[in-house]
Structures are given as C-alpha cells and as structure tokens.
C-alpha cells in the first residue's frame, strides 16, 4: 500500500499536519504496554551493561551481548508496541524487510556504543560517546522503522521537532552511560531511568513530528484487530526475552554471591586445620573487644604454641608436622564446640589464638586446663607415639590491656614466659613478671636498627706478652650506645643477638671493621675477632672473612677468629670443614673461654686451634695460688703436645701477672693491661700509628 512523504511548509504545510493530528489517536493500553516494556527494557539493560564493565570474571563478550540485545529489543519493541497502537484514520501497514532493519540497526548500534562506553582503557570521554552511539541508534531505528510505515495518504514532517527528538535521544543516551561508569551508589538505577527516558522522549517527540494526511480511501481498512494481537504478541514475546535475560542476571548475581561467600570462607579459614585463620581472628577480636566494652564484660586472649615444632618438621618430615598440626586443630575444634561462644584460630605455623568471654558463667582456668589437655594428649602416627607440648600464654581485657594490640603483646609476653619456664607451660601475663621479656623485646627491635643507625663500635684490648710486655696484638670487642639507654654490655645484647639472628650481620660488619681498620696499624699486630655459634652454622662464613681480607687488603696470619666450644660442637661436621677452609686461608684460630666446657680435651684432638685462651674463671675463682699454678701448667702442658701458644685472660693483678709469669705462660690478657679502647685513643697514646 503505498505511501506519501513530505516536509512541512510553511503555510499550507502547517494546517495540514494540525488537521492530521487531530484525525490520529493512540490506544492508551499498548501505549501504557510500551512504556512498561521500555521501563522493564532499560532496567534489564543498565544492570547487564554493569555487569559487563565488571571484567573480573572474564565474560565481557558474552554481557555486551546480552545488553546489545536487550538494549536493540527494547528499543525495537517499545517503536513497534506503540506504533501499532497508533492509529493515524487511515489504512496502514508494515514492510517486513525494513522493519527487521530497523531491529538490526538498534542491536547492532546499541553493541558499537556499549562497547566503546565499556572499553577496557580508562578515559574521560568514552562513556560519553559510547552514549551518543547508543542515542543515534536509538533514533535511526525509530527513522529506520517509520519509514517502514505504508499508509494510505501523505506522510509530513516537521524538521525542527525531528532535530529536537533526536537531540532528546543523544544527549539522554550520553548521560545513561557517562553516570554509569562513574563511582556513583545509584549509578545503576541513574542509567536506568535516563535510557528508558532516552527511548521514550525520542519516540513520542519523534511521533509528534510526524503527519499523516489521508488520501481517499477505498473499501480495503486496516485490520485493527490483527494489529492489536499482532502488537500483544509482540509485547510479550519482548517481555519473555527480557525477562529470560533478567532471570539469567538474577540468577548470575545470586551465584556470584554465593561464590563470593564460598571465597570469603575460604579467606577466613586455615586450610591445613579447618580453623580460622589470621584474618578472620583480627575481625573477631576487634568485635568480640567492642562487645565487651558495650556489655561491660570481660575478654580473655589466649596465645598457644607448639613446642619444638621446629624439631618435628626436621626430623620426621613436613607431612608429620602437618599431621600434628591437624589433629590438633581438630581436638580445638572440638573443644570450641563444647565451650559455646570460645574462639580459636591458626594465625602462624606452629601458632594458635583463642578468645574466650570471662566472667560469672565461663572459668578461664577452666578453659585453660581443657586446652592444656587437648594439646597434650599423645598422637597416634602409624606405629609411632608423639607427645606434643605446647607453651601457653593469656591476658585478660579489659584487666590487663586497654585495646586490642597491648592486649595481643601482653598475651604473647605470658606465653614466652611460659616458653622459658619448663616446670609451667601456662602462664597468666603479669605486669612486673613480664616486663623484663617486654624490655628485651624492644631492646630487640632497637637492636635491628643499630648498624642502620651507627650505634655500634669496636673497641680494642691489647693482647701482651708475658716475659716481655711487648704488644701481640688486640682483641676487637663489640660495643652498643643506645640512643636513650646508653650503653649497653655485650653481656646483655650478644645473647639477644644470637637469639634473633641478628648475630650474622652484626658478626659480619664487626669482621670487616676489624679488617679495615688492622690494615692502617703500624706496627702490624694481629687483631682478634670473636665468631659465635649462629655464624659458624651459617654456610657464608668462610666466603665472608675471604671478602673482609681482600677488601681491606689485610693479611690472612693478622687475622685470628675466637672461637668458643658450645659453638664448635653446636654444628660440629659443618664446623669442623668451615674452620678447615679458614685455616687454609693462613687465618689463625683461637680456642676461646678455655676450661669452662667439658670436652676441651676434645675440642683440642678435633680442630685445629693455633692458640688456646684460658679463661678468667681459672684466676678469679675461689682456688689457691697453688692450685691455680697447676691448673695453668695443664694447660700449657697440653698447648706444648698440640702445638698451640697459650693466653690467659682477665688479668687483673700484679700477683696474677707474677703467677703467670711463674708458669712460663705465652701471652696474657685484661685490664692489667689495657681496658678496651676505641682506636683512636690508642693512636693517641702512642701505641699504634696508622699507614693511612
């Protein structure tokens, strides 16, 4: 049925199109349908374009098609609802070809502008274009599909109305997608409302546009009834498509909910053990400490670990320190189980936490004794028994800490006090009792930051020779000055260091210092350097003196390394083949703190020592002078049958110089002698000069 187009003039045009408006209607339920149909659309579009934009799970193809598609039917079937609603007084009809160009133009436009307003890279501007994209495609279906229009008369336009519609269709589209990709809390719903207003606006501002002035009209009608079916049907096939695609976001959204919950148990919870893990124990103790600040209650945190754990792991391999770590965390498991509202988690290898509500109806050493039980109870591993022990440490909120991180340190300070204590594997955190751990402690981290800082230093004690007085050479000694404490004796911070490893780094700048500075004496004596246990074990200790010698260009028979007998027996295979390579070097080897082990004799068999150092116990005891001449000729006795020169140290006295002298000893040390002293008050006295 052929059609009749043109554009309004300015005169006649006019009337014609009033005339023409007046004549058309629409039906009021297929418009309503429309609008509802676009609403349900938009809806449906603005949530799977969201989803599209989330690239976290790696399906950003397959939601720009669905929002392509419900995009394109959207705009499609609200046209085509509303249009068949329309009733313009006379005959009217569709051409198929172009009205399934006008589906293809809105899909295939509504795609181009989804993907350039979700596009991977950030910019200001796209989403903005993308909405324009979406805007034209939105009016070319709607121009595309009116021109599909047939009808028995003349079809006007007006110009300006066109341009407005259009304008309403881009500018509303660009807004939908800018707001959509901003970090908007309603970004969502603002597409929602602003695309469907985007449709709507451009059809019926698109409608008003339009005139259609009947031409005379024969006896063929329209069928208004096969066009009201036809626009039901159409309505409700777009409602299922739609709905189909909602269903599949909704149950999309479900699931990932439900993955999400899956993988926020999983974050929560130690695999090894079934229990919580660290995360989830700071979100619980962060709650349960606002509960009982609320409730006027009382917190108790307990701090578990395993004892020797280390060993089992060395010994019997990581599947049996698994094993244990299992079946231990099941026995907590259940304990927490008959102890409702307690809390326990694995927050570290070998370590556990437990939180438990104190007060009329829960006893904590209750809890305790239970907890001591459970972890104590042998295991089972195939043939095999083990007995595992575990020091266990509490602090109570709000009684001993007034937050959350004193309340953890102060349960932690229990639980080391437990550790070092055989006899009480639980302790309770008491202030006094555990304020020297806290000190240690701190002292411990200062200890870190002191090379960083330059709080250390070398002093030097000369080394003397006994019938002469002539200087041998001096024995480098570490000094700490802290920065609020002052200084502090190696007595305190050596041990610490060696406890925290720390004994390494600081062993191995003090070998290199010693170097260094030996290198600029004149005259050339040796200097002595002290190698605890830890660096022995360490492989890098050979590799470490060769570097400190070819740094500083000291010769290797300057050098002697003092070694005491815990640490030559500590690692003794290792030992015995690192001081063999060092030896090689020409670097001397001293047996230091003599007679205080009991396998000397056997230390002096196995090693090969280049002097003995006997220690200042053998002159500062409650012995004789008698007795102390025998033990030093001993002594000397067994340096003469292994080749070794003799040093006695802490001398003090001249009548422990003249015993010494009585004996026919090498080499003597202490303050008789010489206090440890920086160097350069040494090159200012006059005993050392330096090369450079």
Not at 49 to 76: C, E, K, P
Request: charged share 20%; hydrophobic share 45%.
């Amino acid at each position: 049925m052929p059609s009749g187009a043109g554009i309004t003039s300015p005169e006649g045009g006019a009337a014609a199109m009033t005339h023409a408006h007046a004549s058309a209607h629409h039906d009021p339920f297929l418009v309503a349908t429309a609008a509802l149909l676009c609403l349900a659309g938009a809806w449906a579009t603005s949530r799977f374009f969201q989803r599209m934009t989330d690239d976290r799970y790696g399906q950003r193809a397959s939601w720009l098609f669905l929002t392509a598609l419900a995009s394109g039917v959207t705009i499609w079937c609200t046209h085509f609802v509303a249009m068949l609603g329309y009733h313009p007084g006379t005959p009217m009809d569709f051409d198929r070809w172009q009205t399934a160009l006008s589906l293809a133009v809105a899909v295939l436009g509504s795609a181009a502008g989804f993907l350039v307003a979700g596009g991977d890279q950030p910019s200001r501007f796209r989403p903005a274009l993308g909405g324009v994209l979406v805007g034209l495609a939105v009016a070319s279906m709607h121009y595309v599909g009116m021109s599909a229009l047939r009808v028995q008369g003349t079809v006007l336009w007006d110009t300006p109305v066109v341009a407005v519609s259009v304008a309403c269709a881009v500018v509303l589209g660009a807004g939908a997608l800018h707001v959509a990709r901003r970090p908007l809390r309603h970004a969502g719903n603002l597409m929602w409302v602003l695309f469907a207003a985007s449709v709507l606006l451009l059809h019926f501002v698109g409608m008003r546009a339009m005139a259609v002035v009947p031409s005379s009209v024969d006896a063929t009608y329209t069928d208004d009834e096969s066009l009201y079916v036809l626009a039901v049907t159409i309505a409700a096939l777009s409602f299922v498509t739609i709905g189909a695609g909602a269903a599949g976001y909704l149950i999309d959204d479900r699931t990932r909910t439900a993955a999400v919950e899956r993988f926020r148990r999983l974050a929560l919870t130690d695999v090894l053990t079934g229990l919580p893990n660290r995360a989830s124990f700071n979100e619980r103790l962060h709650a349960d400490i606002q509960r009982a600040r609320r409730q006027g209650h009382r917190l108790a945190l307990v701090v578990i670990d395993i004892d020797d754990f280390k060993e089992i792991n060395d010994l019997r391999g990581h599947n049996v320190g698994d094993e244990v770590l299992s079946v231990l965390g099941g026995r907590m498991s259940e304990l927490v189980r008959e102890d409702a509202g307690a809390f326990i988690a694995r927050v570290g290898g070998d370590e556990f936490v437990a939180l438990v509500r104190v007060g009329e109806d829960r006893d904590l050493p209750g809890f305790l004794a239970r907890l001591q039980h459970a972890l104590s109870a042998p295991i089972h591993l195939d043939s095999d028994l083990l007995a595992p022990q575990a020091s266990i440490g509490a602090a109570v909120f709000p009684d001993d800490a007034a937050d959350a991180e004193t309340l953890i340190n102060n349960a932690d300070l229990a639980m080391y006090r437990a550790k070092s204590d055989p006899l009480h594997e639980l302790q309770v955190y008491d202030a006094m009792l555990d304020e020297q751990t806290r000190v240690r402690r701190g002292m411990a981290a200062d200890l870190r930051k002191a090379l960083e800082r330059d709080e250390l230093s070398l002093q030097y004690q000369v080394q003397t020779a006994v019938p002469s007085g002539e200087i041998r050479g001096y024995e480098a000694l570490l000094r700490w000055q802290h920065p609020t404490l002052g200084p502090i004796s190696p007595a305190e911070f050596i041990p610490l260091a060696e406890a925290t490893g720390l004994i390494v780094p600081i062993g191995e700048w003090v070998l290199r210092t010693a170097c260094a500075e030996a290198a600029t004496w004149e005259p050339a004596y040796r200097v002595a350097v002290n190698v605890s246990a830890v660096q022995l074990a360490r492989p890098g200790l050979v590799e470490s003196v060769r570097s400190a010698l070819a740094d500083s260009g000291l010769p290797a028979e300057r050098l002697e390394l003092e070694l005491t007998e815990t640490a030559l027996f500590t690692e003794r295979q290792r030992a015995g083949e690192a001081l063999a390579e060092i030896k090689a070097l020409g670097v001397g080897i001293a047996l230091d703190d003599f007679g205080t082990g009991y396998s000397s004799l056997d230390a002096l068999r196995s090693f090969p020592f280049d002097r003995i150092k006997i220690d200042r116990s053998f002159f500062s005891g409650s012995g004789t002078p008698e007795q102390t001449v025998v033990l030093v000729q001993a002594v000397l006795s067994l340096g003469r049958t292994f080749g070794m020169r003799v040093l006695a140290e802490g001398i003090e006295t001249t009548d422990q110089l003249a015993l010494l002298t009585t004996t026919g000893c090498d080499e003597a040390q202490g303050y008789l002698f010489g206090r440890p002293t920086p160097v350069d008050e040494i090159v200012r006295a006059g005993d050392l000069r330096r090369s450079r």
